[in-house]
């Protein structure tokens, strides 16, 4: 069974940083394509970003909001996801969700709430 | 202001057939393969459909996808109370070089 398992939110001050952790399970982590796409309280789902596994270089893609701002690695020896954001925005307040395989699969999430 | 355009809204009636519109481009729709995502209150999206109209393990056949050019739909055939949730697609966009997703819709049952 695939198991996506977010931690590391909470509340952050506007201008801070944070790193959300994936734990993945079920599937060869090694060859997964890996994305977060976040939620804002009572909107719609928006994709952050994605990491192609390292045999396609691991190569990274981000959004525009977010671009600059954000770094998502992996470590494969662990089976773990990682998105460190930084300089955060009130606007960066979401559940942030970690998926795999192009989106099929999604973990449960974990809220980010960046207020003063 | 989503990439993908979908209606905000889509209700009807126990047993009917309801379809969800999704609008892009060339650049996203046009070229690419389209998933569509249920999502319950306070739950994590699941997925539907996937390359268009492929149903994973576990998803009810009175789910269909489709897609003509740069427009896909989503067809709920025989419609229940438990599909009462928020639907979204979602195409990589070459462009952007990104996934973009639609605004959502949102199924009642009346």
């Known amino acids: 069974e695939v198991q996506l398992v977010e931690s590391g939110g909470g509340l952050v001050k506007p201008g801070g940083s944070l790193r959300l952790s994936c734990a993945a399970s079920?599937?060869?982590?090694?060859?997964?394509?890996m994305s977060w796409v976040r939620q804002a309280p009572g909107e719609g789902l928006e994709w952050v970003g994605r990491?192609?596994?390292?045999?396609?270089?691991?190569?990274?893609n981000y959004a525009a909001p977010v671009k600059g701002r954000i770094t998502i690695s992996r470590d494969d020896s662990k089976n773990m996801l990682y998105l460190q954001m930084r300089s955060l925005k009130v606007e960066d307040t979401a559940v942030y969700y970690c998926?795999?395989?192009?989106?099929?699969?999604w973990g449960q999430g974990t809220l980010v709430t960046v207020s003063s | 202001q989503s990439v993908l355009t979908q209606p905000p809204s889509v209700s009807g009636t126990p047993g009917q057939r309801v379809t969800i519109s999704c609008s892009g481009s060339?650049?996203?729709?046009?070229?690419?393969?389209v998933n569509w995502y249920q999502q319950f209150p306070g739950t994590a999206p699941k997925l539907l459909i996937y390359?268009?109209?492929l149903r994973p393990s576990g998803a009810p056949d009175r789910f269909s996808g489709s897609k003509s050019g740069a427009s896909a739909s989503l067809a709920i055939s025989g419609l229940q109370s438990e599909d009462e949730a928020d639907y979204y697609c979602?195409?990589?966009?070459?462009?952007?070089?990104?996934?973009?997703f639609g605004g959502g819709t949102k199924v009642t049952v009346l």
């Open positions: 998926t795999a395989r192009d989106m099929g699969y």
């Open positions: 079920g599937f060869t982590f090694t060859n997964a394509w």
């Open positions: 990491i192609k596994s390292k045999g396609d270089g691991a190569t990274t």
């Open positions: 060339n650049s996203n729709i046009g070229g690419n393969t």
């Open positions: 390359s268009d109209n």
């Open positions: 979602a195409a990589w966009d070459d462009s952007l070089i990104g996934y973009v």
